[in-house]
Structures are given as structure tokens and as C-alpha cells.
């Protein structure tokens, strides 16, 4: 079973149509949980660190949330330039390794 | 500001060939250090980190090595490729634990 999952796998979105990614998890003693922005041929770009339930963090049309057994990550008013795969991934307890979603593939169109 | 970079970008490689890929970090002192192999349609796998100068942990059990003999070096290693090590790999740093911060990967083919 994995332990993150995100949806949808993929994503298409016109030009100003706010949307949500999912990312849940199963992990016990999560100790934070990650967001990161991957462009095609691209190593993956840091977005937030979320560490306890109810934590919210923004950037720019970007807003990411923590629950207790998932994470959202809201787009707010989209532009073609928020297309890429978003990455969630789940760090449990003293750990140092990250385990990560398969990612959700999201297209702007204009 | 802490940068890290990887070489060489694009790989092509024959089956049985040696490989290495090396990764160094700047900006930062001793961090931790990972290498990733990320397929299609499955996700970035760890495959080694090291929270120190000659100390790997391995993850995969593989034709794979790693080896840091530097603080911020970090290489990946294969004495016989496989066409199954064909993928896009990616070293990343870390302060302790936290967030990790990822270079621009390598793209290997074996062909």
C-alpha cells in the first residue's frame, strides 16, 4: 500500500479556473509534509513545509493545507506558467527520507 | 545561497558499461546528501543517502553504489550497467532533516 497518494493524476484547468490537488497519506508520526513544483526534464523546486494539522502556508496563487491524514494544494486564478507536476512527500518521524506521491500533472490552458 | 549541481546532464550508456555521476553541493557545510532515480509513472525512489563523509545508507538493493568522499560530494556508481538503470537521476541536499533541495538531475539511457 502506498503511503501517499495524489489526485488526480492529472489536471487540465483554463486560464483563471481555481482548483485544488489532493495529496492523503498513512503515515504515523508524521514529522512534516512537502510540497514541490517539477518542470519536464527539471529537477524538483521546493514550495512549503507543512508540519501539524490546521498549518496553512501561501505563495503567490499557490495555498497549501495540512490535515491530519491529507494535504491540499490550492491554485488560486491559474496562469499558463502554473503548468508542471506538483509533488507531495511525507517525512515520518526522526527520519531523514522523504517519501513521495506519484505527483499530479497539472496544464493551464490560456 | 547554497547551490548544487550535477554532471553530466545527458548520459547514454551500453549495457555493461561503468557509470558515474557526481554531484557537489556549494554554500553549506556538511549537509545531508541523497541520490533519487525517478522512472515514469513511478515516482522519485531513494536510492542512497549519507549524513556524512564516507557514511551511505543504502535503500534499494541494486547494482548501485554511492560514495562521499568529500563533505559536499556526492557519487553515484555502477561497475555493470543494466538496461533497467535507465532513468532520470537526481541528488538533493538537506540540512539535517527538513526539506531537501535538488539539482538538475541526469538523464541516463542504457542502451
Known amino acids: 500500500e502506498d503511503q501517499v497518494t495524489q489526485s488526480p493524476e492529472a489536471l487540465r484547468l483554463q486560464e483563471g479556473e481555481s482548483s485544488s490537488l489532493n495529496c492523503s497519506y498513512t503515515v504515523s508520526g508524521l514529522r512534516g509534509l512537502f510540497w514541490y513544483r517539477q518542470d519536464p526534464g527539471k529537477g524538483p523546486e521546493f514550495l512549503f513545509t507543512l508540519y501539524s494539522a490546521g498549518e496553512e502556508k501561501e505563495k503567490e496563487r499557490l495555498k497549501a493545507t495540512l490535515t491530519k491524514k491529507e494535504s491540499f494544494l490550492h491554485i488560486t486564478a491559474p496562469k499558463p506558467e502554473d503548468s508542471a507536476t506538483y509533488l507531495c512527500?511525507?517525512?515520518?518521524?526522526?527520519?531523514?527520507?522523504?517519501?513521495f506521491g506519484k505527483g499530479t500533472l497539472l496544464t493551464v490552458n490560456p | 545561497s547554497q547551490t548544487i549541481h550535477q554532471w553530466p546532464a545527458t548520459l547514454v550508456q551500453p549495457v555493461g558499461s561503468p557509470l558515474s555521476l557526481e554531484c557537489t553541493v556549494e554554500?553549506?557545510?556538511?549537509?545531508?546528501l541523497y541520490w533519487y532515480r525517478q522512472a515514469a509513472g513511478r515516482g522519485l525512489q531513494l536510492l542512497f543517502y549519507s549524513v556524512g563523509i564516507g557514511q551511505i545508507s543504502s535503500e534499494v538493493p541494486q547494482n548501485l553504489s554511492a560514495s562521499r568522499p568529500q563533505d559536499r560530494q556526492f557519487i553515484l556508481s555502477s561497475k555493470k550497467l543494466l538496461l533497467s538503470d535507465s532513468g532520470f537521476y537526481l541528488c538533493?541536499?538537506?540540512?539535517?532533516?527538513?526539506?531537501?533541495?535538488f539539482g538538475p538531475g541526469t538523464r541516463l539511457t542504457v542502451t
Open positions: 512527500a511525507v517525512q515520518e518521524g526522526s527520519n531523514y527520507k522523504l517519501t
Open positions: 538533493a541536499w538537506s540540512r539535517q532533516g527538513g526539506e531537501q533541495y
Open positions: 554554500g553549506t557545510s556538511n549537509p545531508n
